[in-house]
Structures are given as C-alpha cells and as structure tokens.
C-alpha cells in the first residue's frame, strides 16, 4: 500500500512539472518542429556530435562517453530566430545538462555557442558564451537561481528568444530572463548537452519549436 501511494505520488508529482507554459515575450506563431520519439530508431535530424543518442520507450535519451574526452553534444538543425522552444527533461544520472543556441554563420564575429540555458540537479542559469576566438573573453551568466531539480522527476522547459530578450521558464520555479544585443541574431538549430557519468542518461521528450510573433 505504502509503495502504491509512492509511485503515485510520483507520479502526480511528474505531472505537475510537465506542462504547456505560456510564453512572456510574445505568441506562439508557425510550429516549425513537433518530435515525441515514438519510432523506435532515432529520427532524421538528430545527430550526435560527441556521446550517446538514441530512442527507447517513446523517448530520446543521451549520455556522456568517458572516451570522448568532451561533455556530450548533439543538435538538431532547424533555422530559426525568434522563436520558442519546449521540452520535457529528466536528469536521470547525469550531472548538468544544457539546451541553446549557436549564432548562423556570418551573424556574428565571434567562435563557439550563442547562448544556454543550463540546468543541475542544485540550479540553473542563463549564459552567454565565450568567444573562442578571444584568448580574453569570457562566459557570463546573465541570470541564476538555486533551487533543486529532482533528477528522477520529468520537467517540462520552455526557452524564448525574441530580439536581444531570452526567458526561461520551468513550472514550479521563478522565470529566468536575461538580455544582450547579441540573442537576438539567426541561429542555425537547437544545441543540446549533457555531462555526467559514462551511460547517465538524459531523458528527452515532446520537442516543440515555434516562431515567436
């Protein structure tokens, strides 16, 4: 009876934190993506960069690989600018995971990613991320709360950029917000990462993206 009332606590808990949010920049426009994983082999525009990708149980789920050497890394192309983006994650076993953005090709003079959004089980931030090509510049964290993300519990994020203004919102916790003149550029796709330890897997499900009007 005990472990009835757990698994149902639980999974009410789930629910709870698995929701439609509704954007603060603007109104959800055309929907460019919609992916629940339901096929059973990984679908056509996932690819993995560095550790392990792959679909089971409706759902997509990616790891770190100790013999990468590199946080594990995998993308989704899809052009987009202003936009929002939804997704339902649990952290499982793995130490931090990150959902942002590259800048397209020529839209800024500067190396390496746009911006993320990055989540542990202690917090999350917003950061805008160094330039790669400057020796001297460094990432900066725009906003961050400490507030706890129970690694076996499915959140549902919903990331908005419009112009130079991104907000982060997770049911159950205060928005993040964070502004820079650079967030507002094209952006080729969706960058996803995930560190932790080897075969801790992040559960990923129900990817939404639309244009922010």
Known sequence: MKLASLLLATALSSLAHSADLTPQLGTLGQKLLEETFTAPDLPKGWHANTGSLRVADGALLAAEKSGDKHIGAFRYRLPMQDCAIQIDFKLGGARVINLG??????????KGHLLSVVISKGGWSIIEHNDKANPESKTKTHAKATTPFDPAITYTLLLECK???VVAQVAGKEPLKATSP???????????????????EVTFDNVKVWALK
Request: charged share 30%; hydrophobic share 30%.
């Open 101 to 110: 953005f590259d800048p397209a090709s020529g839209e800024l003079k500067k």
């Open 163 to 165: 112009g130079d203004n």
């Open 182 to 200: 650079d967030f507002h550029v094209k952006k080729p796709g969706l960058v996803f990462r995930m560190g932790g330890p080897e075969a801790q």
